[in-house]
């Protein structure tokens, strides 16, 4: 009879199990403003089907076929879940800490430029920076090494920000500083870091195969860091230039017209309107942070919050980004650029459908269609609007929680002043 029971009560808890997983892979978001990101534009009042973590279908109107749980989100705006441009999300949790930090690396014999850095191995998905994201709306996210004393920040990965920080792509993309800050790690002036940088490139371009551990080699790349940037050489893996002034913008779009075949985009970007023409007629994306208004130091003296707008209207693709901890902000941040000239459309594009792009995600995330992965945002109205906030965010087609550390931390010392506030004070004034 025991063992009769204990077969019941497993077979029971088995069928819960079955029936809760059936519903979380069939679900309908129902009534809400769609904004897709795709031909079908925005549907005012439209139906996601989401089956087996994808999407299935996207249609205007409020019909649920059966076998599908019914979210109603009436009233409420649907979107992507957003992707983060440029992070170190899961490589860093406080980067002053005295222990080690994933987003910082030191030169080491391996690999002597930075190139052949794989942030996958220092990937922690417990990171409470995660939590934080994603409960913003963001549900994937690039992300590297921040700070090294070498040439390159090594091969960066796209993860999503579900339990696992699952790796939707690696060795992603490549970023290297070129900016004045980098010219004082390498030689003191630009005019060493661009033939730095060149070099660099034109020895992996004349070396026809990567020297074996058992053969001689002194070149200024390692062996690993040689094999890394033949991705790039070859356009596989795009490299991302960071620099601020439009002298050094330029510099970057010379080095594009030197190397054709390598896919580059340009980083922060701070004065990139006063080139934006040059960018769009080659090509070259910016992933900025429009919030740069004023000058930080004499590379960003042309900053301003028109940046984007400008940008847009030469025809440049823009992604907003901005360092980890506030990648949780970039919807206030495009909702800014927004309100000073970028067109609504171009604001969602930033977060969504032009990081996917430039990280070459975009046949995963970035857009609602079918077979895309079901990352989906329910917002309690325009994503833009500082106002509002997403009220449930899904991740392959699981509703995450929405809690992270600091609504935790919140909700604790917002109940500690409950409980103190109730209280009856019985201090006695010392005499």
Do not use: C
Request: aromatic share 4%; no cysteine.
């Amino acid at each position: 009879m025991k063992r009769l029971l204990s077969l019941a009560i497993a077979t029971a808890l088995s069928s819960t199990v079955m029936s809760t997983s059936v519903l979380a892979e069939n679900i309908a978001i129902v009534g809400g403003k769609v904004i897709t990101q795709t031909k079908q534009g925005t549907l005012e009042s439209g139906t996601v089907l989401i089956k087996d973590g994808a999407i299935e279908k996207v249609s205007s109107g409020t019909n649920v076929p059966s076998g599908y749980t019914k979210v109603d989100a009436s009233g409420k705006v649907v979107t992507p879940g957003f992707v983060g441009a440029l992070t170190s999300l899961g490589l860093v949790e406080v980067a002053s800490w005295a222990g080690e930090v994933d987003s910082s690396a030191s030169s080491t014999k391996v690999s002597t430029t930075g190139a052949a850095l794989d942030v996958t191995y220092a990937i922690n998905p417990d990171s409470t920076l995660i939590d934080v994201s994603r409960i913003e709306g963001v549900t994937s996210a690039a992300t590297t090494i921040a700070n090294t004393d070498l040439m390159f920040h090594g091969q960066g990965a796209v993860i999503g920000l579900d339990d696992d920080a699952d790796i939707l792509k690696d060795k992603a993309f490549m970023v290297v500083n070129m900016d004045g800050a980098s010219a004082d790690s390498h030689g003191g002036s630009r005019a060493v870091l661009w033939v730095t940088l060149e070099a660099l490139i034109d020895e992996v371009a004349s070396t026809k195969k990567i020297p074996s551990l058992t053969s001689g080699w002194d070149g200024m790349n390692a062996r690993a860091d040689i094999k890394a940037l033949k991705g790039v050489l070859e356009g596989d893996i795009p490299l991302f230039i960071e620099a601020d002034r439009a002298a050094d913008i330029r510099q970057v779009l010379a080095f594009k017209k030197r190397h054709p075949d390598i896919s580059i985009v340009l980083l922060h970007g701070v004065e990139a309107w006063r080139v934006a023409d040059q960018l769009a007629k080659a090509n070259i994306p910016v992933i900025l942070d429009p919030q740069l208004n004023l000058p930080g130091n004499f590379e960003q003296l042309g900053a301003t919050l028109h940046n984007a707008e400008r940008l847009e209207k030469a025809g440049v693709k823009v992604a907003i980004g901005m360092e980890t901890h506030n990648i949780r902000l970039a919807a206030q941040h495009a909702g800014n650029a927004v309100a000073n000239g970028l067109s609504y459309e171009g604001g969602i594009a930033s977060l969504t459908s032009v990081p996917a792009m430039i990280l070459g995600v975009d046949n995963q995330v970035g857009s609602l269609a079918p077979g895309k992965r079901a990352d989906v945002v329910i917002w309690s109205g325009d994503p833009l609007e500082v106002t509002e906030a997403a009220e449930q965010v899904y991740i392959e087609g699981e509703a995450i929680d929405m809690s992270s550390r600091q609504t935790k931390l919140r909700d604790r010392y917002m109940a500690l002043k409950d409980v103190s506030a109730s209280k009856t004070s019985h201090y006695v004034k010392p005499q």
